[in-house]
């Protein structure tokens, strides 16, 4: 990599934390911000799955897992406490972990809309609440702290699927993303959002099919689904240098499934 490119997109020295980020989108972005190096530490409801992950990623630099229930306060104080233990303070907050419950209308259940509810929106706010001492002493005006919070097309377009709070909840995270950022100027703190398309994760894996893909790609303008590095690269631009005056947006990744509607 030449200096140039270095000095605009390296994350070296920089320390983040990634929910989910042992599976799907989570690890997708967890590899490229120890690719670009980063320290990155992990977290999962799943122990097994949390420390398996950070284990495989520890070839490509430091990584951590710290498993936790983010669906409730106990378990963000929980993880926000081994953050703080770990010594290295917080540059990169991303925001990734969520989850999605599919009924028809007439018959949606409460829990389901109080599952996704908690986990895609009260989850981030209250994380990014208990974090904001750590970002803010890691932050400045030349190289603000930076805050990333994984949305979805879904918040942009009107087909249900019967996905009900699914749609509700990343639309919300959208819109509290704006308020934040404009709170969050003044600290030297950039919040933005990414609203990615199909990318293979557990929420497609029931479309994995040579079929299901092939149906997938069809109603992606590009003709195509999600990689990798789609979703890092856009992760890194907006943690680097390069991402310094970015603030407030959300950014559909999708291929332009966004303008299907």
Aim: hydrophobic fraction near 40%; proline fraction near 4%; glycine fraction near 10%.
């Amino acid at each position: 990599m030449s200096d140039y490119l270095d000095s605009l997109f390296s994350l070296a020295g920089k320390t983040a934390l990634v929910t989910g980020g042992a599976k799907g989108i989570g690890r997708m972005i967890s590899e490229g911000l120890l690719q670009a190096g980063a320290r990155v530490y992990i977290s999962s409801r799943s122990a097994e799955d949390c420390t398996a992950a950070a284990e495989d990623m520890s070839a490509l630099g430091e990584c951590r897992a710290f498993p936790h229930d983010l669906s409730g306060l106990d378990g963000i104080q929980a993880l926000v406490a081994e953050v703080q233990q770990a010594g290295h303070g917080l540059d990169i907050l991303v925001n990734n972990s969520g989850a999605t419950w599919g009924a028809p209308l007439d018959e949606f259940p409460e829990s389901g809309w109080d599952k996704v509810m908690d986990l895609n929106v009260k989850s981030p706010f209250f994380l990014l609440q208990k974090l904001l001492p750590l970002l803010k002493a890691a932050a400045s005006s030349e190289d603000p702290a930076r805050v990333v919070n994984i949305s979805s097309v879904a918040s942009m377009m009107t087909q249900t699927q019967g996905a009900y709070s699914y749609m509700a909840s990343k639309a919300a995270i959208s819109h509290l993303n704006k308020g934040l950022a404009r709170d969050l100027a003044k600290d030297n703190i950039t919040v933005n959002a990414i609203a990615p398309g199909f990318f293979p994760s557990k929420m497609t894996r029931h479309m994995s099919t040579d079929e299901g893909m092939k149906m997938l790609c069809s109603l992606t303008p590009l003709g195509r689904i999600g990689k990798p590095t789609d979703i890092s690269g856009m992760v890194i631009y907006l943690c680097s240098q390069a991402g310094t005056f970015v603030t407030g947006s959300v950014l559909p990744l999708s291929g332009g499934l966004e303008l299907v509607g």
